[in-house]
């Protein structure tokens, strides 16, 4: 572990910290920490900076309720620079925007394949939840509710395991439908991925189901 006066602030005694989401490792955004703010952060576990246009500290959420919580503080190889990685209790920028990072300086080329996440998919599934688009098959699910939703989970399920006998790249799309219909289900039910994340975490899965293997065999 490297210790805090192996860092090297800059000639204003700042560092920049990147702030990234714990969860999907989407870059919030950048600010500076000094000496003292880094502190700070480290005993409360949750961000402070210095602003450089106010020349104060700033506990990250102290006005607007969005505090971010440090799960990790990486520095990169030069130990000028942090990598914070947080759980956040809303937006990082002031402008309300889930990420500072919005704007396009140069912009994907039409022929480039855009960013997908499952975290993306999802927020775009309680969008068409909120907003009802019309001719959307998402829309028209959560129109039927959660019996329809239910019974497609089920075929989806039976296609995966039919899939699963006989081809692999008809089980990769028959997974695809299931795991979809999965997250329709957990925007029915205001579950969220951070939920299932946490709950996975919780489980220790893997070496769980090895001791219940070894009980039982």
């Known amino acids: 572990m490297i210790d805090i006066n192996e860092l090297k602030f800059n000639s204003d005694g700042l560092i920049p910290s990147v702030v990234v989401d714990d969860d999907t490792g989407d870059v919030l955004m ?7 703010s880094l502190e700070i952060s480290l005993e409360k576990k949750l961000t402070c900076f210095w602003s450089r246009s106010r020349q104060e500290l700033w506990l990250k959420g102290e ?46 080329e039409k022929e480039s394949h855009e960013k997908f996440t499952l975290c993306g998919l999802m927020e775009l599934i309680k969008e068409r939840k ?25 075929e989806e399920s039976s296609e995966v395991i039919i899939a699963a006998k006989n081809d692999r790249k008809e089980t990769i799309y028959e997974i695809s439908d ?8 957990m925007a029915e039910m205001n579950i969220d991925t951070k939920d ?12 769980k189901k090895v001791k219940q293997e070894k009980m039982t065999s």
């Open 30 to 36: 950048l600010a500076y920490m000094n000496r003292e």
């Open 63 to 108: 006005t607007s309720g969005n505090y971010q919580h440090i799960r990790e503080i990486l520095t990169d190889c030069d130990r000028d620079t942090l990598l914070v990685y947080v759980k956040a209790d809303g937006p990082a920028c002031h402008l309300g925007n889930v990420s500072c990072f919005v704007d396009d300086v140069m912009p994907r």
């Open 130 to 154: 909120s907003q009802k688009v019309e001719g959307s098959y998402t829309s028209y699910l959560f129109e039927k509710g959660l019996d329809k939703i239910l019974k497609k989970i089920g």
């Open 178 to 185: 299931l795991i979809y219909h999965l997250l329709v289900l």
């Open 196 to 207: 299932i994340l946490k709950e996975l975490a919780s489980r220790h899965v893997i070496d």
